[in-house]
């Protein structure tokens, strides 16, 4: 296999099948967007309120290579001129994981390039850094994806150490379970987002689990979410916008506090937000507002970075095999796979 130091002109395709998006983007040097493609099965799963998993492998199986094609195509660039192919390995379902994998691997051997292996969720740290290569360490990264809610110092490229998790449910599981109940669609996230708009916030005060500590940075939204439901049973006739406006503050107003409390305590330089409910415009709203008022450099990435993308794979894969160098081409796929944190 070729032997690649990733530098600025380093041309790294990454390739991202670990739940319902098929993607493929080319990132130069590790922070420049060639291009990039997603191919969304929302609606190929809207039927089933939710990811079928087999569903998902054969959809990604028949949509990767175009969208891999398709990538190549919009850079306008031969194949050959790909120095890495960084692909996600975990965590996610493993079927669908492993159509990207395969597919990666198999790039690589044929191209001789060098196969980076990457993990989902910190690929989902490089969102913010593929808009802003300035931000400086060390960042309070606020990670809120479907399957993970997590706050990370970010110290240096690589090297994390975890401030909080959830304790029960992730956030955007919290949203995708509200939205259900309330029968307002899926994915949940958007659809509660959508409908808050309408809805009165102070309608209804559910509760802020884990909030009577401000050092306790980890978060529960179990109880929220029964608390929802119970509320709903007992006021049938309650507006879906009010319940929904009501939700979306509760999470919000306890990722904010504890994302500002974690920055205080690390003596950040800057916050960044992270994964699918990063998308969410209250949240958005809140963190610039907190940190405008804190005096802390906010970073929101753009709405299509914050879900998920290949152009946060190839970057954060530029900067691992920076790192580690090459994956071996044993690697398999990890569902579980757990976020990279620091030994200290
Ligand atoms: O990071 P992501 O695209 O996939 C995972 O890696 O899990 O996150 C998907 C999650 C879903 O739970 C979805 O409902 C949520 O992100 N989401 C949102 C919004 N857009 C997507 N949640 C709240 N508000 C949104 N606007
Ligand atoms: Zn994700």
């Keep these: 296999m070729r032997t690649v130091e990733p530098d600025e002109s380093t041309l790294v395709l990454g390739i991202e099948t670990s739940c319902d998006e098929t993607a493929a983007a080319l990132v130069m040097g590790g922070y420049d967007v060639v291009s990039t493609v997603v191919a969304s099965q929302i609606e190929i799963h809207a039927d089933f309120g939710g990811v079928v998993p087999e569903?998902?492998?054969?959809?990604h199986l028949e949509?990767?290579?175009?969208?891999?094609?398709?990538?190549?195509?919009?850079?306008?660039?031969?194949?050959?001129r790909i120095d890495a192919v960084a692909c996600t390995y975990g965590p996610g379902l493993i079927g669908a994981l492993l159509v990207g994998v395969s597919a990666g691997k198999a790039l690589a051997l044929a191209w001789d390039v060098p196969f980076v292996g990457v993990n989902h969720l910190e690929a989902h740290l490089y969102a913010a850094f593929l808009e802003d290569p300035t931000l400086e360490?060390?960042?309070?990264?606020?990670?809120?994806?479907?399957?993970?809610?997590?706050?990370?110092?970010?110290?240096?490229?690589?090297?994390?150490?975890?401030?909080?998790?959830?304790?029960?449910?992730?956030?955007?599981?919290?949203?995708?379970k509200v939205a259900r109940f309330l029968d307002l669609g899926y994915?949940?996230?958007?659809?509660?987002?959508?409908?808050?708009?309408?809805?009165?916030?102070?309608?209804?005060?559910?509760?802020?689990?884990?909030?009577?500590?401000?050092?306790?940075?980890?978060?529960?939204?179990?109880?929220?979410?029964?608390?929802?439901?119970?509320?709903?049973?007992?006021?049938?006739?309650?507006?879906?916008?009010?319940?929904?406006?009501?939700?979306q503050t509760a999470v919000v107003d306890v990722l904010v506090a504890k994302t500002r409390r974690a920055?205080?305590?690390?003596?950040?330089?800057?916050?960044?937000?992270?994964?699918?409910?990063?998308?969410?415009?209250?949240?958005?709203?809140?963190l610039l507002g907190a940190c405008a008022t804190?005096?802390?450099?906010g970073f929101l990435p753009s709405r299509s970075m914050c879900t998920d993308n290949a152009a946060m794979i190839a970057a954060a894969g530029w900067h691992r095999l920076a790192l580690d160098g090459p994956t071996s081409l044993d690697v398999g796929a990890f569902p579980n796979l757990k976020f990279p944190l620091a030994d200290t």
Aim: proline letters at 5%; a negative charge.
């Design 187 to 247: 994915p949940g996230g958007p659809a509660i987002d959508e409908a808050a708009l309408n809805g009165d916030p102070d309608s209804v005060r559910f509760p802020r689990a884990l909030s009577d500590d401000p050092d306790n940075l980890d978060f529960s939204f179990s109880g929220l979410k029964t608390a929802v439901m119970n509320y709903v049973r007992k006021h049938p006739d309650m507006a879906s916008a009010d319940i929904a406006a009501a939700f």
């Design 63 to 80: 949509a990767l290579n175009p969208v891999i094609a398709r990538a190549v195509v919009e850079a306008g660039v031969d194949e050959s």
């Design 137 to 176: 360490f060390p960042l309070v990264v606020r990670l809120v994806s479907g399957g993970h809610t997590m706050l990370v110092e970010m110290q240096d490229h690589g090297r994390y150490r975890l401030l909080g998790e959830t304790i029960d449910d992730a956030a955007g599981e919290a949203f995708d």
């Design 55 to 59: 569903i998902a492998s054969r959809a």
């Design 263 to 286: 920055a205080e305590l690390v003596g950040a330089k800057g916050i960044v937000l992270g994964g699918g409910v990063a998308a969410n415009s209250l949240l958005r709203e809140e």
């Design 294 to 297: 804190d005096g802390v450099r």
